[in-house]
C-alpha cells in the first residue's frame, strides 16, 4: 500500500464550480498535512496546512482531516480559470526531520 | 515576502558529469531541504540539513550526491556523476514553524 495515494485526474469543472480533492494515507504518524499547487515546471506553493484533525478555512479554500479515516481533503469555492492546476497533498510526522511525503497529484482544469 | 531562491533555473549536461545545484533559503530557516521530482510522477525527498549537517537522507540520495551550506547562506546540492535518470526537476526547500516553502526548481537534463 503507498504512504500516500491521490486520483490524479484530471478532473474538469465548469467556473463557479465547487471542487473536491481528496488523498488517503497509510501512515498513522502522521499529523501534519498541507495543500499545494503547482503549475507547470514550477515550485510547489503552499496553500494550506493543517494539524491534526479537523477543519481550516482561507478564503475560497477550505482543507478538512479526518485522521480516523486517514483521509484529508480540499475543498474550491466558486472555482475560478486561475485555479486550473495541479494540486498535491503533502504531510509529515511529528518530530525528526519532518520530511514530507507527497500524493502523486491531482490536476484540474476550470473552465471559463 | 521572501522567498527561497535557486540557480541555475535549467542545466543541462553530459551523462557522467559533475553539477552543482544552489539554493538561497529564507534567512530564518532551520531546516532545509532537496526533493526532486521526475516529469510525470511524485515529488520525492532527498535529505534534509540541520545545523550544517545531514539529519535525514532517502535511499535515492546515494555516494554520488552531497549537500553543503558553504556560506551560511548558500545551500548546494552536488550530483558527482551525473546518470540519464537523474533528469528531474530539484527543488530546494525551508521549514517555518511546520511549513514548508520551496522554491521555482531549477530542470536537471543528463544527455
Known amino acids: 500500500q503507498k504512504e500516500v495515494e491521490q486520483d490524479p485526474g484530471p478532473l474538469s469543472v465548469p467556473e463557479g464550480a465547487i471542487v473536491s480533492l481528496n488523498c488517503t494515507y497509510s501512515n498513522s504518524a502522521f499529523q501534519y498535512f498541507m495543500w499545494y499547487r503547482q503549475y507547470s515546471r514550477k515550485g510547489p506553493e503552499l496553500l494550506m496546512y493543517t494539524y491534526s484533525s479537523g477543519n481550516k478555512e482561507d478564503g475560497r479554500f477550505t482543507a478538512q482531516v479526518d485522521k480516523s479515516s486517514k483521509y484529508i481533503s480540499l475543498f474550491i469555492r466558486d472555482s475560478q480559470p486561475s485555479d486550473s492546476a495541479t494540486y498535491l497533498c503533502?504531510?509529515?510526522?511529528?518530530?525528526?526531520?519532518?520530511?514530507?511525503?507527497f500524493g502523486k497529484g491531482t490536476k484540474l482544469t476550470v473552465n471559463p | 515576502e521572501p522567498e527561497v531562491t535557486q540557480t541555475p533555473s535549467h542545466q543541462v549536461t553530459q551523462m557522467g558529469q559533475e553539477v552543482i545545484l544552489r539554493c538561497v533559503p529564507i534567512?530564518?530557516?532551520?531546516?532545509f531541504y532537496w526533493y526532486r521530482q521526475i516529469l510525470g510522477q511524485k515529488v520525492e525527498f532527498l535529505v534534509s540539513?540541520?545545523?550544517?549537517?545531514?539529519?535525514?537522507k532517502s535511499e535515492i540520495f546515494d555516494d554520488q550526491f552531497s549537500v553543503e551550506r558553504p556560506d551560511g547562506s548558500n545551500f548546494t546540492l552536488k550530483i558527482r556523476s551525473t546518470k540519464l535518470e537523474d533528469s528531474a526537476m530539484y527543488f530546494c526547500a525551508g521549514i517555518s514553524y511546520n511549513e514548508q516553502f520551496f522554491g521555482p526548481g531549477t530542470r536537471l537534463t543528463v544527455l
Open positions: 540539513f540541520y545545523n550544517n549537517e545531514i539529519s535525514e
Open positions: 534567512s530564518n530557516h532551520l531546516y
Open positions: 503533502a504531510m509529515h510526522a511529528q518530530g525528526g526531520s519532518e520530511k514530507l511525503v
